[in-house]
Structure formats: structure tokens, C-alpha cells
């Protein structure tokens, strides 16, 4: 009896450890960037995803258009990944 026991707090503490080091940074990443989405305005200068730089001109819903060295892109909101100022702190 102990033996399972054992066996079954010993598969909970695994489930504890993968729970608070795997997936919950990942939903607080998650959320922290769907909070910057929402918050994007003209103006911001932004990075997508594929490293294109460039400053917002206008946001839809679910696009927003920007330019970058003279060329005007509309880009779905989800493909920012962050503002330049995030990334030159980075550095």
C-alpha cells in the first residue's frame, strides 16, 4: 500500500514541477504579448515576426499597416512580435 502511494505522489510532484516550469510562463508570455497587441497605436515602431522593421500607420481589427524604408505592408496583428525600443533594450 505504501509503495503506490508513494508511486502516486511522486507522479503529482512531476505534474506540480512541469505545470509551474513549462506551462505556466508560457500562458503568462502568452498573455503579456496579446496585451501588447491590444495596445499597439499609430505611431509605434514594431518588429514583426519575420524581422521586419517598421512604423505603424494604421491599425484595423485584425491588420495593421505599416511602413518600413518607404514601402507600405499590411500585416496581420498577430505577426508583431515586439516594439524596436524592447528589442534596442535587449541589446
Known amino acids: 500500500m505504501a509503495a503506490g502511494t508513494n508511486q502516486l505522489v511522486m507522479i503529482v510532484l512531476m505534474i506540480a514541477v512541469f505545470y509551474f516550469f513549462m506551462i505556466r510562463p508560457q500562458m503568462k508570455k502568452q498573455k503579456e504579448l496579446k ?3 491590444e495596445g499597439l497605436k499609430a505611431g509605434d ?6 524581422g521586419i522593421h517598421g512604423k505603424i500607420l494604421e491599425i484595423a481589427d485584425a491588420t495593421v499597416l505599416i511602413q518600413s524604408e518607404g514601402t507600405k505592408l499590411r ?10 525600443e524592447d528589442t534596442l533594450q535587449a541589446k
Open 75 to 84: 500585416i496581420e496583428k498577430s505577426a508583431v512580435s515586439s516594439s524596436m
Open 45 to 50: 515602431k514594431i518588429v514583426t515576426i519575420g
Open 35 to 37: 496585451k501588447f497587441r
